[in-house]
């Protein structure tokens, strides 16, 4: 369903994925997925002259849409396979969410405010995009689907979440940005084995706070 995505539009997307290449994004799956997204249909109408700049906007509740190449980074470090099993914390708008299915992941997603849990799902089964979608409190996961090939985490926390590693398969992936309120830094968190885990660093990033418990 095109849902208004116009030749203008896939245009910008082209040339922001240019941009993203440019800024040191290199895995081609990533590139494509995010060519392939109509990133201003996850914005506020008012917004979707900015839809293809990199740059995060607010969607509501007090949320943002991350910038491009936030989602681009983010999707890189977790090295996605097709088929893989990826657990995201933070639905949001639903277009890191898309950008994973686009890449032929299963996504199981837990967003914890209603209002926007609603309108994802909304608007990604709209466009064809099938996830499974939770309301809940990200910091438990989702235990009765795991364990994980990948977990992504879409909002900073001072650390990360014991539930979220339990919850991750050996030899899985989990990506987010760990730290205080005004900058975190992004944190990869391989799973060596049953319970041992290799943790690096990637930068410096800014992101909303993750929260716990639900939000009606």
């Known amino acids: 369903m095109g849902m208004n995505d116009t030749y203008r539009h896939k245009g910008l997307r082209l040339k922001l994925v240019q941009e993203l290449a440019h800024k040191g994004i290199t895995d081609e799956n990533v590139l494509n997925a995010i060519s392939k997204v109509p990133r201003h249909l996850f914005m506020e109408s008012s917004f979707v002259t900015f839809a ?13 849409i991350s910038q491009p ?18 657990l995201e914390i933070g639905t949001g708008s639903g277009f890191q969410c898309a950008v994973l299915l686009e890449m032929g992941a299963s996504v199981y997603t837990i967003e914890r405010h209603r209002e926007l849990h609603l309108k994802a799902q909304q608007l990604l089964s709209s466009l064809n995009y099938k996830a499974h979608f939770f309301f809940g409190d990200g910091y438990e996961g989702q235990p009765s689907y795991s364990p994980f090939d ?22 899985g992936r989990l990506v987010m940005p760990v730290g205080g309120s005004d900058s975190q830094r992004m944190i990869l968190v391989e799973k060596t084995g049953e319970d041992s885990y290799k943790q690096t660093e990637h930068g410096a990033f800014v992101f909303v706070p993750m929260l716990k418990g639900k939000n009606f």
């Open 69 to 86: 190449y936030t989602v681009a980074f983010q999707t890189q470090l977790l090295h996605i396979q097709k088929l893989d099993k990826v």
């Open 150 to 171: 990948k977990i992504i985490v879409t909002a900073a926390a001072p650390e990360v979440p014991q539930k979220l590693l339990q919850q991750l398969k050996p030899g």
């Open 52 to 64: 293809y700049r990199d740059q995060a906007f607010p969607i509501g509740s007090g949320q943002t």
